[in-house]
């Protein structure tokens, strides 16, 4: 697609359960990051995966918190147990490659808005 | 001590005014920086890079201070339509690698 794409857009899950949220980068985006927003805050950095490397994971908050990045295209990042502190806006960014090279700029989805009850 | 810091404001001016953000971070060997924004319920997008030597586009003017680790953004003639929250960001790495350290942003609101 044109952009990045995040799904789902909008997910209320109760407190324990587990969720799977999805990125669909820009094709040819070498590099894939997540960040977290929570309401009136800033983005807060999970990970990152660059190419083949491994992933900086430095931002994962818990154990609870895992992402994985098949073919070096879709990202999937998993929650388990959800806790109501896990409630927050979930975003995707991507860039790199021959989709835009040099610039540095990070192209976002529209983020997964997660509720946790 | 947060690794990029802004001031979160809120700023309000009025419609004309000149307005000033800075920024600081923490990492020494950082390797390129940003001005992102951001508006209400959506997701950053890029205003501009920050260029050692400095930079303008248009009614904004973005600089770097790395000796003092500072980056600033400078809104001229404010209009209605820059209320937003402007986002700084570090990037670890000068090319399109690295990890994207965002501050918490500082919320701009022009008014009539």
């Known amino acids: 697609g044109a952009g990045v794409s995040q799904s789902p857009s909008n997910k209320v899950t109760e407190k324990g359960k587990d969720v799977e949220l999805r990125c669909d980068p820009i094709?040819?985006?070498?590099?894939l990051y997540w960040y977290r927003q929570s309401l009136g805050q800033g983005l807060e950095f999970l990970i990152y995966?660059?190419?083949?490397?491994?992933?900086?994971k430095s931002g994962l908050p818990s154990d609870r918190f895992s992402a994985e990045r098949t073919g070096g295209s879709v990202s999937t990042l998993t929650i388990q147990r959800t806790q109501q502190e896990d409630s927050a806006v979930y975003l995707c960014?991507?860039?790199?490659?021959?989709?835009?090279?040099?610039?540095?700029?990070?192209?976002f989805g529209e983020g997964s808005r997660l509720t946790v009850l | 001590r947060k690794e990029v810091e802004q001031d979160p404001g809120p700023f309000n001016v009025p419609e004309g005014a000149t307005v000033a953000f800075n920024c600081t971070y923490s990492?020494?060997?950082?390797?390129?920086f940003f001005w992102y924004r951001q508006d209400c319920r959506k997701e950053p997008k890029l205003l501009m890079s920050?260029?050692?030597s400095g930079n303008e586009d248009g009614r904004f003017t973005a600089q770097l201070n790395r000796a003092s680790q500072y980056i600033s953004l400078l809104i001229r003639d404010s209009k209605l339509s820059d209320s937003a929250t402007y986002l700084c960001?570090?990037?670890?790495?000068?090319?399109?690698?690295?990890?994207?350290?965002f501050g918490d942003g500082t919320t701009l609101t022009v008014k009539p």
């Open positions: 094709s040819g985006h070498t590099a």
């Open positions: 960001v570090v990037n670890s790495h000068n090319t399109n690698a690295g990890k994207s350290t």
């Open positions: 990492n020494s060997a950082s390797q390129s």
């Open positions: 995966f660059q190419g083949n490397s491994a992933p900086d």
């Open positions: 960014a991507g860039r790199g490659g021959s989709a835009a090279p040099n610039t540095g700029e990070l192209f």
């Open positions: 920050v260029y050692s």
